[in-house]
């Protein structure tokens, strides 16, 4: 083998070590959750918000063209919730202002990420993926109260 084939291989080798302790390091040390893929079901259709505890909540999003719904969610403070996200057209995105989320609705497709909302406050969503004439006016908002209610 040549030496320079050795080096490229030793250095490919550390570049992958570096992205895998990345990963590491963000789910342990930073504690952020990785989104999941979830098997298609139309379920995933109907928008809504499901209270499963007192702390614990399911939030199915549908995202179309340029609206998301639900267009506003009511969390209790302390609360986890799983958004599950689908798009009914095109692709778009799914961007927690506030929270570091980053997600992709995709037709045909469900995303699902976990995220806990501690403090209270007005949580922005905006579409970060264009998708079309109306795509800056693509928004929603997560209300976090002691109430988790209007
Ligand atoms: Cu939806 Cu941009």
């Given amino acids: 083998m040549d030496k320079y084939e050795k080096k490229i291989l030793a250095i490919t080798g550390g570049v992958i070590m570096l992205f895998l ?7 342990v040390s930073r504690r952020i959750d990785l989104p999941e893929c979830t098997p298609y079901s139309k379920i995933y259709n109907e928008p809504k918000v499901v209270k499963l505890d007192k ?7 549908v995202a ?15 609360s986890t919730v799983d958004f599950y996200l689908t798009s009914k057209d095109v692709v778009h995105g799914f961007n ?10 995709v037709y045909g497709g469900i995303n699902k990420m ?20 109306g795509h800056h006016n693509m928004e929603a908002s997560i209300v976090v109260n002691s109430k988790g209610a209007k």
């Avoid at 927690?96 to 609705?105: D, G, P, Y």
């Avoid at 976990?114 to 004439?133: A, K, L, N, Q, S």
């Fill in 114 to 133: 976990t995220v806990r909302f501690d403090e209270p406050g007005t949580y922005h969503i905006v579409c970060h993926e264009y998708c079309g004439i």
């Fill in 21 to 27: 302790f990345s990963l590491l390091y963000a789910k």
């Fill in 96 to 105: 927690i202002f506030e929270k570091n989320v980053n997600l992709m609705a």
């Fill in 64 to 78: 179309q063209m340029w609206q998301f719904q639900p267009e506003e969610i009511y969390i209790q403070t302390g």
């Fill in 55 to 61: 702390d614990l909540y399911q939030v199915f999003v």
